[in-house]
């Protein structure tokens, strides 16, 4: 199993561009997650999916917007890229989202937008 | 509004030594769980340890134990025979429901 993948792993944007971030697992995990890590900061939740075709706001759900058409892959789509989005973004699943499943992180993207 | 909050920034231990870090949460619920994180240099974030509030008994894995304390809504980390590949980020997590919410988190220097 590859876990939870992401791409990019770096990219630099400029103001008002705009991009999708990848992120596919290959656990059959139903529930998937989007944060974002500010420097020294935890993890803010910005979207989760509790199952292909649903979608929910989380904590800072503004200026992204997600999709889920399928159990696998979750993207997290960028509109007009703003200097404050500029952040480490992180997907994770989970089997189930509540109890003691953990969530099974993804290696990051870093994303600066200038 | 749940909060979880993690006192020490940044903390030290020599190499072999114990090290505790301290985790406070407020929440008014009954049921509910705790994790801690681990987030090397790497980025990836790995579970080091989890405890289920109902159970009074302190989780262990290995080296990592907690102190869970449910009336003073605290939970920490007790790092025993600290090594060089223990130093990195801490979270502390709190997930009720579909929530889950994590702390600022504690980085950790291990002194050779």
């Known amino acids: 199993n590859a876990g939870v993948t992401q791409t990019p792993k770096f990219r630099i944007l400029k103001i008002g561009q705009s991009m999708t971030l990848q992120c596919t697992q290959d656990?059959?995990?139903?529930?998937m997650y989007w944060y974002r890590q500010d420097p020294g900061m935890g993890l803010k939740l910005i979207y989760y999916?509790?199952?292909?075709?649903?979608?929910d706001k989380g904590e800072v759900p503004n200026g992204y917007n997600v999709s889920r058409s399928t159990t696998e892959d979750f993207p997290l789509r960028l509109e007009l890229a703003a200097p404050s989005q500029t952040s480490v973004y992180f997907c994770?699943?989970?089997?189930?989202?509540?109890?003691?499943?953990?969530?099974?992180f993804g290696p990051g993207t870093r994303l600066t937008v200038t | 509004a749940q909060t979880v909050t993690q006192s020490q920034p940044e903390m030290s231990v020599q190499e072999a030594e114990t090290v505790t870090l301290s985790c406070t949460y407020d929440?008014?619920?009954?049921?509910?769980?705790l994790f801690w994180y681990k987030q090397p240099p790497s980025r990836q974030m790995i579970l080091v340890i989890r405890q289920e509030a109902y159970k009074q008994q302190n989780a262990t894995e290995n080296r990592f134990s907690v102190n869970f304390q449910k009336a003073a809504k605290s939970f920490s980390l007790k790092i025993s025979d600290s090594q060089l590949g223990d130093a990195a980020m801490y979270f502390c997590a709190y997930r009720i429901d579909d929530k889950i919410i994590f702390g600022k988190g504690t980085r950790l220097h291990i002194l050779p």
């Open positions: 999916s509790v199952g292909a075709g649903i979608t």
């Open positions: 994770a699943s989970s089997y189930l989202a509540s109890g003691m499943y953990e969530q099974y």
């Open positions: 929440t008014s619920e009954s049921d509910y769980y």
């Open positions: 656990m059959n995990h139903n529930y």
